[in-house]
């Protein structure tokens, strides 16, 4: 049981906490330990410090013993991270193991963690778009889910400042869908990706191809070598962590700038259990928390409380944290608390071969970046059968090979001497999906986890909506790439379940109206004014830009109302 002695107590009592080390913790305890504010900072994780608890990052192939596999052991106890893309003996490290931190699937869900200090900002990718107006008032628009209690212009300016601080590479394409920012230099393309923006900006009307933009530090500022970080050395081995900062992650940048403010207490190994709810003060008081390793309970205590768990996770914190005044959950009068869940649609992928006049150039081509295309399906009017809209990636690259079909010196001479193969062409959707009363996070009523939480029940699922989008997104880049000369043209499913796009958001949704939402426009609970929500819980929609730019920028302007509102006594 909490030490009840009031030096104990006082020693546990900050200004503000904030649940969560990943993205949006990050942002969050920085800004409010530069507004003065003494703040906790909790993590159900180990401590990962920039670049002393990068182990893999410098190593060469031949030093991993699996030579970059996971072995088959591995891969059968976590057959669910298996799946993910960066899930390699470089990087396994900063992943949860599946059989380590179970959970229930009432229908496939695949969901990838990373519990340490920094959480999944080691390992994202790094691809950082704004939202426009098209997006804010989609649903609005559209009908599909309660209306935005926000718009462009009132997060623009906190993009703004996110981006300059975080280091955004990119360029000024002009696109009322996808608004310019502060962009550091941008990547150029290779020559086959230039080629296809020239024949899709001749042949397609609305529809574009640029370098996507990207949190590294192409060319970087005083602000960014104040931070101790260093240019992008394009090494595009992110997943490891960056010996030189070169990409934006909270270990590298704002957990390091808010230590450096003298304001910051550190806390890995903290389990939140849930969030204590004084029914007299009728506030938000402080935070339980489950020791990881001595199982040991410790409560905290604050005026101010940030929960930046990731969406699921701060879904299950608000569920688990009941009273008699919220028996469903903190702040959930209206019911809609772990309702409304949606995700981003990877459902597939088109790919091609170039060959032409472009297989005289050598190039490695390799940066942190790629290309973009922007949605271009339902922007200013409804033209489909499906609602909304996606936006693909896409790149080119050119490898080599080496004629192994012969024998004794010739073979020998075609090892050492490899040959340019053709030009091969790839694009991946991310498709918006639409939130829905029963795509829904429950807690077990039963089972709990080796910490006391309740299990999570999660049912999410695909919908008919994806499967129109899906069939359209293969219809129309097929017809581009086609267009464009590409040979070999192919579309390809993506296996996995809901999930496996790593961008779940929802459950805690913005609104104006309390009876349909929890949060209003500054990330408050309408129910409990001192908790805050920024992570991707707090998503009222999705829309088909990667989101973790738009958290940032949540997040720092929700840390410097909180700041004011405290400043007035209002909270």
């Not at 906790?40 to 920039?50: A, N, P």
Request: hydrophobic letters at 35%; one cysteine or more; glycine letters at 10%.
């Amino acid at each position: 049981m909490p030490q009840l002695n009031t030096d104990s107590i006082k020693e546990r009592t900050f200004d503000a906490i904030v649940i969560g080390s990943g993205i949006s913790g990050g942002w969050s305890a920085k800004e409010l330990t530069e507004k003065g504010l003494k703040t906790l900072l909790l993590e159900r994780g180990r401590d990962v410090k920039h670049i002393k608890d990068y182990p893999t990052t410098n190593m060469l192939p031949y030093e991993f013993e699996h030579r970059g596999e996971v072995p088959l052991t591995i891969r059968e106890k976590s057959p669910i991270v298996s799946k993910c893309y960066a899930f390699r003996e470089d990087a396994m490290h900063f992943f949860v193991k599946d059989d380590e931190h179970p959970y229930i699937q009432e229908k496939p869900f695949d969901w990838i963690r990373g519990y340490q200090v920094g959480g999944k900002s080691l390992l994202w990718a790094r691809q950082t778009q704004r939202w426009s107006d098209f997006d804010f008032e989609g649903p609005a628009r559209d009908g599909f889910a309660v209306d935005w209690p926000i718009r462009y212009k009132d997060i623009a300016p906190w993009y703004s400042y996110v981006e300059k601080f975080a280091g955004i590479a990119g360029n000024k394409d002009g696109l009322k869908e996808l608004p310019d920012g502060e962009f550091l230099p941008g990547y150029p393309l290779n020559a086959v990706e230039d080629y296809f923006k020239e024949q899709v900006s001749q042949k397609y009307k609305g529809r574009y191809v640029i370098s996507a933009r990207a949190a590294h530090l192409s060319q970087p500022q005083p602000i960014h070598l104040e931070q101790g970080r260093g240019q992008c050395q394009n090494r595009t081995l992110c997943q490891r962590g960056c010996p030189f900062g070169g990409y934006f992650s909270s270990n590298a940048s704002t957990i390091p700038w808010a230590q450096k403010t003298g304001n910051l207490t550190l806390r890995p190994f903290s389990v939140v259990h849930s969030i204590i709810y004084d029914e007299k003060k009728g506030k938000a008081t402080g935070v339980k928390v489950i020791d990881t390793n001595t199982k040991e309970e410790i409560e905290y205590f604050a005026k101010i409380i940030f929960v930046n768990a990731s969406a699921i996770n701060t879904n299950l914190i608000l569920l688990n944290s009941k009273s008699n005044r919220f028996p469903n959950g903190l702040g959930n009068d209206s019911g809609v608390l772990g309702k409304y869940v949606a995700f981003h649609h990877y459902g597939g992928g088109v790919s091609g071969r170039y060959e032409g006049q472009l297989e005289k150039f050598r190039t490695d081509g390799r940066n942190p970046a790629g290309c973009y295309i922007p949605r271009f399906r339902n922007v200013y009017k409804q033209e489909t059968d499906f609602l909304r809209g996606y936006a693909a990636g896409f790149s080119a690259g050119r490898g080599f090979y080496s004629d192994t079909s012969v024998i004794g010196e010739t073979l020998k001479d075609n090892l050492l001497n490899r040959k340019l193969g053709s030009w091969h062409v790839g694009s991946h959707m991310m498709g918006e999906t639409i939130p829905k009363e029963q795509s829904y996070i429950k807690l077990d009523a039963d089972k709990k986890d080796d910490w006391g939480v309740p299990l999570l029940k999660i049912s999410v699922d695909f919908d008919d909506n994806d499967a129109k989008m899906l069939g359209d997104y293969f219809e129309q880049v097929s017809e581009m790439f086609t267009a464009a000369g590409f040979k070999d043209v192919k579309t390809s499913k993506r296996p996995g379940a809901p999930g496996l796009d790593i961008h779940e958001m929802g459950g805690v949704r913005m609104g104006h109206d309390p009876k349909t939402s929890m949060l209003n426009k500054w990330h408050q609970l309408h129910a409990c004014k001192n908790v805050f929500v920024t992570d991707g819980a707090c998503m009222t929609s999705t829309s088909t830009q990667n989101p973790s730019l738009t958290y940032m920028a949540f997040s720092a302007r929700a840390a410097n109302f909180a700041v004011e509102e405290l400043k007035k006594g209002n909270i």
